[in-house]
């Protein structure tokens, strides 16, 4: 077979994909991704960028191609000539320092017409990609367009190029797209982004939650795209049947109304048990603020409680005191409320007062005691240790309290005291059904979890009246779907009596559509309709459960008010997901085929001859499934008719969930390793066996913060445990390319370690005749390729906070191009020592550019590693100065460095005069240069280092070289202010360059031949 190079084996626009999807993530309405909550969901931007450069050939793979486009060839020849200028330019300054003590770069290989071909043509699908990546672009049909053409351009190659293939027919159909496969899809961003691609896109996971809300993403939508709602009062309206009904448009406004017919129906169902909350004289006789409200219901927002145990004092045994972790209600400045207990008649009672407290701690602190679950008797002082508490969770003797009422005022929120109404309200509430199962005992989000204070069934962990309305309104789904088939047959959709789940799109599959996206709603009203939901007290709101994938225990929860209509009422809820869902797949077509199913990524049958992109678990990171049963045994009962094999067991499947939990193993952590090194070897070698040949397979692993590179190198057991996985299965990885979806600048800025949220790791089968190799071929491989591929990352203009884990891609490629490496002793090198001679290399090329830098600039690094900016002796100074061929003395003269009364130290960019002149300087240093730049840079901004940039000619390059080296340097020495500034300047040179070109400076050669060299046409 003719396999071609793709574009991700080769280069991607890092810097863009990685800042589209930090901006995605704040985006909160319309996204996809708030229809249903997941954990770890990968970034859209992300997705599509990562399956469009999986299919489209890099250009040196159709050079021939691009040669015969005039134009084209014309803006090579400008380029070819400005960089051979450049080339010899550098070439014979080599030759000049040869002999010399000056260390010059060598200028590599001559630059070719196909190089320039190929790279002019690179930037041009890095603009297509930098357009996909934006959010204002996920459904921008043009944009959409102009990837799926490229797209099928390089299809139509591959097709031709194999016409002869002996399986050409199956695999190479010039007219179809092989279809895309996500065998981990989760919560389904990589198949959503391959649908809007144009590829038919298959879903499937082992966890029948993220099997459902994929078919939300890429099933149900095309299938009744371009429909008019069915509802009657949509009907009756003849201009809105008349009107467009764009992509799901339809089915979201059915949803809409049906979903408002179910908040109606639990009104009348339930309604007695929400009452408004009655403003009496007698209450504003304490509170004149409320005075204008007497004699008014309110609606109320939330109801607040504090849970109880029975006090330890002996004196109180019989009270129930409060386990309060805090009596502010509302700390927004100037609508401060707070609660004030009053002890009277052996007992205590809950008032509510406005303004700020007089002992404001004492109310923040409620009545904890000390850290964690340790508080103090509300009536006599004395402690309730976290011991106690636990055993009277335990052993079912923890209770609850109203504490205040929250309701909905003229201008915003009132916080008013209990009443005894209210207390009886939710007493009232006894729920008929409980959802099964136990909640995890063990779970690696941190936190005290609510398990251990005996909250250890589903059940447990909601109020009875929330139980109430979450099995009211999971009962109403049911009856919803009913109205909702009624109401598609009565439109005239055909009772073909086929369902979703067997493909149909008649009036019965209908009416589970509608059905599955009200659920989601019921799931949005779980996560936050239970008693682990704070009140949050500045935006005067409950929080939801899954703010991160854990089930910590909350002493004093708000309890949203599901029939009104603020935050925790369905019909917050139910908005949120119609918007979503129509702004979404507004564009969605008919024949934008997607399937979801269940599937366990070890045995799987759905990846053959399919486009492969994929999310698997992070080793330990997020316990799924466990997670995934806090909405499993919802939707269950709302589902199970529609979906009875999806929702066949009583709990989601744990047992195959390749995920790393020392819990879930008798052997604890090396059970786990084991487990997890196997069965993602088994899921990885489905995909070497059956993913289409002519493209590579691309996978993510997703880093948590406790890996994050060390001063000792990366040390992680996740990651190695993983590649092991991916090489043993008989990949070989053409690229691991790192993405962020954190802002960089503000890791670096709080001093972390500034680290890939992700990797991507790009395979291809290893050859079956792939040779063995020795230690030694291998590290002498390692030295060869190693040096050349950080040079041409670094001319791709990588960030530097991205070069270390960039720079492994090619030394795994080295790595994984041989069945096996064999020590000495014949043993095969593992992928941890793999990785460390990999990393030693990475040092040593990193090391050997020092070379490339002038005396004075090598002295400075030397001295900046061990000082940074801070003072030193003299004598120190002078010593080391001797070994880089310079002196104290020089480098005063130079500008960079301050000498006095026996004390040295390096000159920081703002203390570099601010009339410095590259061309008249007579002792020009690298080191002086970046450090300027810098300072140009925060003064004057791209502007004005273009300026300079345009002076400095080739010996820009290695002032750019340096800035990669100081970077290193400040990372590991957690310098982060200065790693800040260096990754900075990196990142502004490819828009310096451009602004180099086009100002009006005489000097037009510099400035092509360095925006074409610096990765710019
Ligand atoms: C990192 S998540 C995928 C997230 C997804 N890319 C997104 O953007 O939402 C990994 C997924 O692997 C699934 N999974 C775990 N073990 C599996 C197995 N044996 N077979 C199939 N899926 C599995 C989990 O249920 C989880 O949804």
């Known amino acids: 077979m003719i396999q071609k190079k793709k574009l991700i084996e080769v280069a991607l626009p890092l810097e863009a994909i990685n800042k589209a999807c930090a901006r995605e993530k704040s985006i909160r309405h319309g996204h996809p991704s708030t229809l249903h909550l997941w954990w770890a969901r990968r970034p859209l931007a992300a997705a599509r960028a990562v399956i469009f450069a999986q299919m489209v050939d890099d250009p040196s793979a159709y050079v021939d191609t691009l040669r015969a486009d005039p134009k084209l060839k014309r803006r090579a020849e400008t380029a070819l000539k400005a960089r051979l200028k450049l080339w010899e330019e550098a070439r014979e300054l080599a030759a000049r320092a040869k002999g010399t003590n000056l260390a010059v770069p060598e200028p590599g290989p001559q630059p070719t017409m196909d190089e320039m071909l190929a790279d002019i043509e690179r930037q041009r699908l890095f603009r297509i990609i930098e357009d996909l990546v934006l959010w204002e672009n996920t459904t921008n049909e043009t944009v959409l367009q102009a990837a799926r053409d490229e797209i099928w351009a390089s299809w139509r190659r591959a097709c031709a190029e194999n016409a002869d293939h002996p399986r050409a027919t199956e695999l190479f159909d010039r007219k179809k797209l092989p279809a895309f496969h996500d065998p981990f899809a989760g919560g389904g961003a990589l198949p959503l982004a391959a649908q809007r691609l144009g590829l038919e896109s298959y879903a499937s996971d082992l966890n029948p939650v993220a099997v459902l809300i994929n078919k939300a993403m890429i099933e149900i939508p095309p299938r009744f795209a371009g429909k008019p709602p069915v509802n009657p009062e949509a009907r009756k309206e003849k201009s809105l049947i008349a009107r467009e009904w764009k992509g799901a448009q339809g089915l979201a406004e059915d949803v809409r109304y049906y979903g408002q017919w179910m908040r109606d129906e639990a009104e009348k169902r339930i309604g007695h048990l929400y009452p408004k909350v009655e403003v009496t004289a007698e209450m504003a006789k304490a509170r004149p603020d409320l005075k204008p409200y007497v004699g008014r219901k309110l609606t109320v927002i939330a109801w607040l409680w504090a849970r109880t145990v029975k006090s330890p004092n002996p004196a109180f045994a019989k009270v129930d005191v409060p386990l309060a972790s805090t009596f502010m209600l509302s700390t927004k400045a100037g609508k401060e409320a707070y609660v004030e207990p009053v002890i009277e008649n052996g007992g205590y009672r809950f008032t509510v007062k406005v303004g700020k407290p007089k002992d404001e701690e004492g109310a923040k602190g409620g009545t904890k005691f000390a850290r964690g679950s340790n508080f103090r008797c509300l009536m006599s002082g004395a402690p309730i240790a976290s011991d106690y508490v636990k055993t009277e969770g335990n052993a079912g003797r923890i209770g609850a309290r109203l504490m205040a009422i929250v309701a909905e005022g003229d201008r ?43 909250l250890k069934t589903w059940a447990s962990i909601f109020s009875p009246r929330q139980l109430v309305a979450l099995t009211t309104f999971a009962d109403l789904v049911k009856e919803a779907r009913e109205r909702a088939k009624g109401h598609a047959l009565d439109a005239g ?63 004093d929860y708000a309890e949203g008010n599901p029939l009104g209509d603020s935050s925790g009422a369905w019909t917050v809820f139910l908005d949120g997901i119609v918007k979503a869902f129509s702004k979404a797949f507004e564009f969605v077509a008919p024949t934008a085929l997607g399937i979801s199913r269940q599937a366990d990524a070890g045995t799987q049958i759905v990846s053959l001859d399919k486009i492969v992109s994929t999310d698997p678990p992070y080793y330990d990171n997020i316990p799924y499934a466990d997670l995934a049963d806090f909405f499993y045994v919802w939707l269950r009962r709302a589902l199970k008719p529609v979906f009875p094999d999806l929702f066949a067991t009583l709990a989601v499947p744990k047992a195959e969930e390749l995920v790393a939990l020392a819990y879930r193993h008798t052997d604890g952590k090396a059970g786990a390793e084991a487990f997890f090194l196997e069965g993602m070897t088994h899921a990885m070698h489905r995909l070497v066996e059956q993913a289409h040949p002519a493209f590579p397979v691309t996978i993510y692993y997703a880093f948590k913060q406790s890996e994050s590179q060390s001063d000792a190198g990366t040390a992680s057991t996740g990651w190695e445990t993983f590649l092991d996985a991916v090489i043993r299965a008989g990949f070989a990885i053409s690229g691991t390319w790192p993405m962020r979806t954190e802002n960089s600048s503000r890791m670096i800025g709080q001093g972390t370690n500034a680290l890939a949220s992700s990797i991507i790791l790009v395979c291809r089968p290893r050859e079956a005749s792939a040779p063995t190799a020795t230690r030694r071929e291998f590290v002498t491989a390692l030295k060869a390729e190693l040096p050349l591929a950080l040079a041409h990352l670094q001319r791709g203009n990588i960030a530097p906070v991205d070069l270390a884990q960039a720079a492994i891609g090619p030394g795994i490629e080295v790595y994984t191009r041989y069945a096996r490496v064999l020590d000495a002793e014949g043993k095969p090198l593992s992928v941890r020592e793999a990785l460390a001679l990999i990393n030693q290399t990475l040092d040593e090329a990193l090391a050997e550019q020092e070379g490339d830098f002038d005396p004075d600039s090598r002295w400075a690094l030397t001295w900046f590693e061990q000082s940074g900016f801070a003072e ?112 900075g300047l990196v990142q502004s040179w490819p828009e310096i360059t451009r602004l180099a070109r086009e100002s009006e400076s005489v000097n037009a050669t510099i400035t092509e031949s360095q925006t074409t060299m610096y990765g710019q046409e």
């Open 412 to 454: 915003g929120r009132v916080y008013l005291a209990p009443t005894l109404e209210h207390e009886t309200a939710a007493a009232n509430a006894s729920p008929h059904w409980l959802p099964e199962g136990e909640t995890p005992s063990r779970l690696t989000g941190g936190g005290a979890q609510a398990n251990r204070y005996g």
């Open 493 to 555: 959709l055909p009772d073909a009596g086929t369902q979703l789940r067997d493909g149909g799109t008649g009036a019965a599959a209908y009416g589970d559509a509608v059905g599955a996206y009200l659920s989601f709603a019921l799931s949005k009203q779980a996560d936050l309709g239970n008693s682990l939901c704070a009140w949050e007290p500045i935006a005067q709101c409950p929080r939801h459960l899954f703010s991160r994938q854990a089930l910590p225990i909350i002493w």
């Open 872 to 983: 030193g002796e003299y004598g120190v100074a002078e010593q080391l100065s001797k070994s880089k061929n310079t002196s104290v003395a020089g480098m005063v003269e130079a500008g960079i460095l301050e000498s006095k009364r026996g004390k040295v130290r390096l000159l920081k960019p703002d203390e570099l005069p601010d009339d410095w002149d590259p061309m008249t300087d007579t002792r020009l240093t690298s080191w002086e240069t970046v450090h300027q730049l810098i300072r140009v840079l925060e003064a004057g901004g791209e502007g004005a280092a273009a300026k300079i940039i345009l002076k400095l000619g080739a010996k820009a390059e290695v002032a750019r070289e340096l800035c990669y080296r100081l970077y290193t340097l400040c990372e590991r020495k957690k310098r982060a202010a200065e790693a800040l500034s260096y990754n």
